[in-house]
């Protein structure tokens, strides 16, 4: 722009700078906590891609960052799987079919769909971080021949924190698929492992150099399960994970979630692991 | 007397890994194969500490008893160890351990692998070193799981 030139304003896309009202469709009961609302899509919304979020308001509640956990490939609505923690979120839980809750969106980077072609894809999930990661699995089991061995690791609290159980076990039935699922506390009634996620890694048969490694969870988890895969020999270039910082504009104008010289909400939350190996450490951060 | 099907699954056992023949054969003559039902009590807590297994096949849980309730804390499967707690003295068991399926192990008396240990220090601290690792492991586990990094806290327990 030029002196004495007037300034031009360019209207942002619909559902980013302000909340576009959405029904809700369904409202399921994941966990004791945990719910999976399913909500229209607003009209005009851009679709979105696995790894991305939502910012959801409650109207005279608050606004938070929710990461989108339906199939990216299936338009006309929105799912997210929500813990209940704080008052936004019990609002967003305890919404009834046909009641609305604003979404902006969607934004940030995505899970890298592309170069997770024609290799083995471990993913590994700790908690509510499985909720992120359901696009990309719903990505690539409708894309199967594009990927090779899909190895899910999952590690919850305990059995009754355990996510989307009956999706666990049909992806363990399918061909080239393994799915193995930890707790840190078990019952008698548990069959299953019994230990933190990073105890999986002996059960799997993946050649490190021809797999690529996706992470979602408590970044404490990540940060311990990233020094296992490279003490095993997987390459640090073909880790990504998603660091969810404290996101409050979603389109890095106010700087809450900075994370070294990236915002997560911008340039994040999937970040190849080199990018943000820095600063996982950190306590300032 | 250890069939050779079992000396050959036993010689490519993490734990043995690299294990110099003289010291694989030494181990051999204390060894004896062991199998448990699915759902069988290998040992209880306070149970005097007796064996030392290398898991073949199968899961095994470990365990904490309480009046009513009983609590899996870790399970471990092929490939893993159990009761290294046997090569120590006056150490009664800690926990409880139970086989969640049909499970095949090798098992060495404790007391004689230790007195072993003991007479033949090359062969001592190759099993010692291997003990150490598995408890560091554990430790490593055990820390992990205490941070409860899956709550809503985030681990900030």
Same mark, same amino acid.
């Given at each position: 722009?030029?002196?004495?030139?007037?300034?031009?304003?360019?209207?942002?896309?619909?559902?980013?700078?302000?909340?576009?009202?959405?029904?809700?469709?369904?409202?399921?009961?994941?966990?004791?906590?945990?719910?999976?609302?399913?909500?229209?899509?607003?009209?005009?919304?851009?679709?979105?891609?696995?790894?991305?979020f939502?910012m959801?308001?409650?109207?005279?509640?608050?606004e938070l960052p929710?990461s989108?956990?339906?199939?990216?490939?299936?338009?006309?609505?929105?799912?997210?799987?929500?813990?209940?923690v704080g008052?936004?979120?019990?609002?967003?839980?305890?919404?009834?079919?046909?009641?609305?809750?604003?979404?902006?969106?969607?934004f940030g980077t995505?899970?890298?769909?592309?170069?997770?072609?024609?290799?083995?894809?471990?993913?590994?999930?700790g908690g509510i971080g499985?909720?992120p990661?359901?696009?990309?699995?719903?990505?690539?089991?409708?894309?199967?021949?594009?990927?090779?061995?899909?190895?899910?690791?999952?590690?919850?609290?305990?059995?009754?924190?355990?996510?989307?159980?009956?999706?666990?076990?049909?992806?363990?039935?399918?061909?080239?698929?393994?799915?193995?699922?930890?707790?840190?506390?078990?019952?008698?009634?548990?069959?299953?492992?019994?230990?933190?996620?990073t105890?999986?890694?002996?059960?799997?048969?993946?050649?490190?150099?021809?797999?690529?490694?996706?992470l979602c969870g408590p970044e404490i988890m990540m940060r311990y399960a990233i020094r296992d895969l490279t003490?095993?020999?997987?390459?640090e270039r073909?880790i990504w994970l998603s660091m969810e910082r404290n996101m409050r504009c979603a389109v890095g104008f106010c700087g809450h979630c900075q994370l070294g010289p990236y915002f997560a909400c911008k340039d994040g939350p999937v970040f190849n692991f080199p990018q943000v190996k820095p600063y996982m450490d950190l306590y300032e951060l | 007397?250890?069939?050779?099907?079992?000396?050959?699954?036993?010689?490519?056992?993490?734990?043995?890994?690299?294990?110099?023949?003289?010291?694989?054969?030494?181990?051999?003559?204390?060894?004896?194969?062991?199998?448990? /039902?699915?759902?069988?009590?290998?040992?209880? @807590?306070?149970?005097?500490?007796? $064996?030392?297994?290398?898991? +073949? *096949?199968?899961?095994?849980?470990?365990?904490?008893?309480?009046?009513?309730?009983?609590?899996?804390?870790?399970?471990?499967?092929?490939?893993? /160890?159990?009761?290294?707690?046997?090569?120590? @003295?006056?150490?009664?068991?800690? $926990?409880?351990?139970?086989? +969640? *399926?049909?499970?095949?192990?090798?098992?060495?008396?404790?007391?004689?692998?230790?007195?072993?240990?003991?007479?033949?220090?090359?062969?001592?601290?190759?099993?010692?070193?291997?003990?150490? @690792?598995?408890?560091?492991?554990?430790?490593r586990?055990?820390r992990f799981?205490m941070l409860d990094v899956y709550s809503s806290r985030g681990g900030a327990a």
């Amino acid at each position: 722009m030029t002196a004495g030139e007037p300034a031009t304003l360019i209207a942002a896309p619909p559902g980013i700078m302000e909340p576009l009202p959405a029904q809700v469709l369904s409202v399921d009961k994941e966990t004791h906590d945990t719910f999976t609302l399913r909500m229209e899509q607003p009209p005009g919304m851009a679709g979105f891609r696995p790894g991305q979020f939502s910012m959801l308001y409650v109207f005279g509640v608050g606004e938070l960052p929710i990461s989108i956990s339906g199939d990216p490939e299936h338009p006309g609505e929105l799912t997210y799987t929500v813990r209940s923690v704080g008052p936004v979120t019990y609002q967003l839980v305890t919404r009834q079919q046909g009641e609305s809750a604003g979404i902006r969106g969607p934004f940030g980077t995505s899970w890298p769909m592309a170069e997770c072609r024609g290799k083995n894809v471990l993913l590994i999930a700790g908690g509510i971080g499985l909720a992120p990661l359901r696009p990309a699995i719903y990505h690539i089991l409708r894309h199967r021949g594009d990927f090779n061995r899909l190895v899910i690791l999952y590690g919850a609290r305990s059995p009754k924190d355990v996510l989307y159980k009956k999706e666990l076990a049909a992806w363990n039935l399918l061909p080239d698929t393994q799915v193995l699922t930890t707790v840190d506390y078990g019952g008698v009634s548990w069959r299953g492992y019994v230990g933190v996620v990073t105890t999986l890694f002996k059960f799997i048969r993946l050649l490190p150099s021809e797999t690529a490694t996706i992470l979602c969870g408590p970044e404490i988890m990540m940060r311990y399960a990233i020094r296992d895969l490279t003490a095993r020999g997987f390459d640090e270039r073909q880790i990504w994970l998603s660091m969810e910082r404290n996101m409050r504009c979603a389109v890095g104008f106010c700087g809450h979630c900075q994370l070294g010289p990236y915002f997560a909400c911008k340039d994040g939350p999937v970040f190849n692991f080199p990018q943000v190996k820095p600063y996982m450490d950190l306590y300032e951060l | 007397m250890i069939p050779a099907g079992v000396r050959t699954s036993l010689a490519k056992h993490p734990f043995l890994e690299g294990i110099p023949e003289p010291l694989l054969d030494k181990l051999m003559g204390m060894a004896f194969e062991v199998t448990f /039902e699915p759902d069988q009590v290998i040992f209880r @807590e306070a149970d005097p500490s007796s $064996f030392f297994y290398l898991i +073949l *096949s199968g899961t095994i849980s470990v365990e904490i008893a309480m009046p009513g309730r009983v609590l899996r804390i870790q399970t471990v499967g092929e490939g893993e /160890e159990l009761g290294w707690s046997s090569i120590m @003295e006056k150490v009664n068991k800690q $926990f409880q351990a139970r086989s +969640l *399926s049909a499970v095949k192990a090798v098992a060495f008396d404790g007391v004689r692998l230790k007195a072993e240990c003991e007479r033949d220090t090359d062969f001592g601290y190759f099993v010692m070193c291997r003990i150490l @690792e598995v408890v560091a492991e554990r430790l490593r586990a055990t820390r992990f799981q205490m941070l409860d990094v899956y709550s809503s806290r985030g681990g900030a327990a």
